[in-house]
Each structure stands twice: as C-alpha cells, then as structure tokens.
C-alpha cells in the first residue's frame, strides 16, 4: 500500500489504518463520532495527501480546461472552480477542483482512486500549445475543517486569512513553510486546504494541533470526513456518482454551463436536459432503525424504484440518513420510500438536501 507523508504520525497517534485505494489511511483516531462533532462545532485536522494534483499549463491551457470540465473555468486568477469531468456520453469520470494559479497555470486536484485515469483522458486529449504533468509526489494536503479553522491557523500565517474568500486561493506561507491555501472543504464547515511539501508536512501538522489545542482541535480520519460530507450532501464518487450518471440526474446541473461554447459530453448532456432525466439523486431519513448501505434497493409500492448510494448514522441529527437515485415520478419531499437492508423493509421518507 501506498504511504502519506504522516504516515508514521497516524501511527503514533493510534488511528486505525485501513486500505483506501491502495492507500494507508487513518479511518479514526479516537471514534467517528467524537472526531466528527468535533469538526462541527470546533475544528479538526485530516491528511487527504492520497488525493491527486494534476498541473496543465502553457498557451492553450485556459481553453483546454474549459473544453475539459462542464463547468466555467474562465475566471480570474486565484479562483478554485468545483467540476464534473465527463465522457462524451456524459457519463462522470471524475469530480475535481480547478485551482487557477495563473493566467495560463491551472491545478486539477482529483480523487486519489481517479489520478490515473484521469491522467489518461486528459493527456490522451491534449492540444499540442498545453502541457500536461502529474505533481501528486510533490504535495502532501492537509485540511483544517471546522468553524474554529480560522482562529487556529491565524497564528502561523502572517497575513489575514480572511481575505481569503470562499473557493479562492493564496500562495503564502504557514508557519515558515510557503504553501497553497484554499478555502473549499468538503465537510459543510468553513476550512482550509493546505497543499505543501510532503517533507514539510510533520511540522505543519503538529503546529496546527497545537495552535488549535485551546480550540478543541481533534486529529480526523475518514470515517468522519464521510459522514461530515453526507450531512452537507456533497457528493463520493464512487458511491454517488460515478461513470454511470451523470451531472444533472446526479443533482450537479448548476456545474454544467451549457452556454460554454463545448465541452466534452455537452452533446448528450444537453439531449438529456431537453428529453428530461429518469432518475434523481435525492435524500431520505430512515424511519426505523437500520443503516441504508450503497447498493441497497429502494422500493415504493413494493416495487424496485431506486436504490442507495450512501448511507450512514447522523451524529449532528441524531438520525440514520442517506442518498440514492429514485425515479423520477417519486421525487417528491415527504414521500414515503422503503429501503430493503438484508431482505428486510425499513421505511424511510424522502427529505431536502442538504441535511443540515
């Protein structure tokens, strides 16, 4: 299995490791749940270096990201961007952030069990004017989430942090170490980004904890990151969303600018959007107990309607939660859906996303 930088840290810290796409990764440290609660109401700090950086530069980068991703990546420097990539089908094969770092440098951050292909397809498509290189060895990325965030890292930077505007970036330095710094998170908490040298990581992560000591700060595994997520129902892919759905079923279609003069998968984007989708991306509460597992059916009237992609225990709601694709006919908030988990029918009714 491949190693993060922290990987000894997590170690000594006593996480829990698990194989994550062929990554050693803490899943928790203390429990899913404490960590999670933490980063709800103070802050926590993950490792997410598994996750891929993809640089694209040179004349024709700007033109190319466009034609890349469906969503408007046109904007002025020190923007990030949220995107689906997609076939020509429409189909996802990746969700990723475009990070534009000048007028012709572009930083794709993608999901670590996608680099390749990714890499592949972007490469494979590469006008002769863009030049297109895998920088993942040379980052590690940290992610300081919670509403705390910014109290904690206001005292290793130099400047303040509250310039830095929702999904935009700033190369400065943290605690001596120049680094980039985002402000995005995938957790439904405001949060930083830190994409920095692998061999710096040790010493910035143990200076955020102990700046954040006074503010609760937890160290945060996967397991937490996951159920932060699907309370602010943001998408996995993988589990949400994958080669087989495609933005607008999926609940993405604000991503999707149709005025962009083209973009791969817009032909069948578009047919989709004027013959209408079939199926919907939506949430539920279950009514009973019982967690709603990806891949579980969904059924209305005792008939197959759908099916889960993510479920999991709320510990901000206290109530088991999750997202599936339902027909389209049964979309509708307050609809009484049954999840069948292991042959046994488990209502549920169908709510608004986010959760939280």
């Known amino acids: 299995m491949k190693k993060t930088a922290l990987n000894q840290l997590h170690h000594d810290l006593g996480a829990k490791m698990i194989d994550f796409g062929g990554w050693e990764m803490p899943v928790q440290y203390t429990g899913i749940i ?58 996802i094969i990746d969700d990723l952030l475009v990070y534009r770092i000048d007028s012709n440098h572009y930083l794709l951050v993608v999901n670590a069990s996608n680099k390749e292909k990714d890499f592949e397809w972007i490469s494979k498509n590469a006008p002769d004017d863009v030049k297109i290189k895998d920088l993942s060895d040379q980052y590690g990325l940290l992610a300081l989430q919670g509403p705390k965030s910014e109290e904690v890292l206001s005292s290793l930077v130099d400047f303040d942090l509250s310039e830095i505007k929702p999904f935009r970036l700033v190369q400065e330095e943290v605690n001596g170490k120049e680094m980039i710094i985002s402000r995005t998170g995938y957790t439904g908490e405001d949060g930083f980004e830190l994409y920095l040298s692998p061999e710096d990581a040790d010493e910035t992560w143990n200076s955020i904890m102990e700046s954040g000591e006074e503010f609760g700060i937890m160290p945060a595994g996967l397991g937490c990151r996951n159920t932060l997520r699907l309370e602010a129902a943001l998408c996995l892919y993988g589990n949400d ?28 984007l578009v047919e989709t959007r004027d013959a209408g989708v079939e199926r919907e991306l939506v949430g539920f509460i279950l009514k009973d107990r019982g967690i709603a597992r990806h891949g579980y059916d969904i059924e209305v009237d005792d008939k197959k309607a759908g099916f889960v992609t993510s479920g999991s225990f709320s510990p901000t709601l206290d109530e088991n939660i999750g997202m599936g694709y339902l027909q389209k006919e049964f979309v509708e908030v307050g609809k009484e859906i049954s999840i069948m988990i292991r042959s046994r029918e488990v209502k549920a009714k169908v709510v608004e996303l986010p959760f939280i």
């Open 241 to 268: 969303i994958n080669e087989d759905t495609n933005p607008l079923e999926a609940g993405l279609s604000w991503t999707v600018k149709f005025d962009k003069e083209d973009f791969y998968g817009k032909k069948a």
């Open 34 to 91: 404490e960590e999670h609660l933490a980063v709800r109401n103070n802050c926590g700090l993950f490792d997410v270096s598994h996750m891929g950086e993809i640089e694209i530069t040179g004349p024709g980068s700007t033109a190319y990201v466009n034609q890349l991703v469906t969503n408007q990546i046109d904007v002025e420097v020190g923007r990030v961007i949220y995107s689906p990539l997609c076939y020509e089908d429409g189909g």
